[in-house]
């Protein structure tokens, strides 16, 4: 069974930094790619940025280019994301995602 | 950037009726490999996403026979036969043909 098991999170003050992991189990991690996909309160479901299975290429929403960072360890079965220089709008459920998501995580931004 | 489109945003339906929900695509979403990359997901509250259907039309594991999807073109669709009362929640289509991957606005499916 695919598990994706999240962790990380948290309250940040604006301009502060996070990150985020999730551990997959239950298939062969290096084989596939992944995305990383935020909800905001109450809103719908933005992606956010994707990786391929060997981590050699990135892609990343408009809105967190330049800031978040996606990157996998395949060695530990590990996808992980690097949230720089946050802004009260990037506050948000986080999710790993494959066909099967990650529980999530919560991400606030305030001051 | 392809903008998913779904109507209607709410729906309320009577257990054992069926309902369906569209999602229009701005663009094809059919690769020269023969795949549709359109995508159903159902979300209960407090839940992430779960995967219904994928390539269009494909049910995935676990997911009752009672839920399908079909295409024409641009225009997808997800029917689910006997609405159950486990079915409440909010359906969203999502595509993956082209970065950035886009999702449908949501339908909220309540239950009578």
């Known amino acids: 069974e695919v598990q994706l098991l999240q962790s990380g999170g948290g309250l940040v003050r604006p301009g502060g930094s996070l990150r985020l992991s999730c551990a997959g189990s239950g298939f062969v991690f290096d084989k596939y790619g992944m995305n990383w996909v935020r909800q905001a309160p109450g809103k719908g479901l933005e992606w956010v940025a994707a990786i391929s299975g060997r981590g050699d290429t990135t892609y990343y929403a408009d809105s967190v280019k330049g800031r978040f960072t996606i990157s996998r360890d395949n060695s530990k079965n590990t996808l992980y994301l690097q949230l720089n220089s946050l802004r009260p709008d990037d506050t948000a459920v986080y999710y790993c995602?494959?066909?099967?998501w990650g529980q999530g995580t919560l991400v606030i931004v305030s001051s | 950037e392809i903008v998913l489109t779904q109507t209607p945003l709410f729906l309320s339906v009577t257990p054992g009726q069926p309902a369906s929900i569209s999602c229009k695509s701005s663009?094809?979403?059919?690769?020269?490999?023969?795949?549709?990359?359109l995508y159903w997901y159902l979300q209960k509250p407090g839940q992430p996403p779960q995967l219904l259907i994928y390539?269009?039309?494909n049910r995935f594991f676990g997911v009752p026979d009672r839920f399908s999807g079909s295409d024409s073109g641009t225009d997808f669709t997800l029917t689910i036969s006997r609405v159950e009362a486990e079915d409440f929640g909010v359906y969203y289509c999502m595509q993956s043909i082209q970065i950035p991957l886009t999702f449908g606005q949501g339908t909220k499916v309540d239950i009578k």
């Open positions: 390539e269009a039309s």
């Open positions: 663009q094809s979403l059919l690769h020269r490999d023969g795949k549709t990359y």
């Open positions: 995602a494959l066909d099967s």
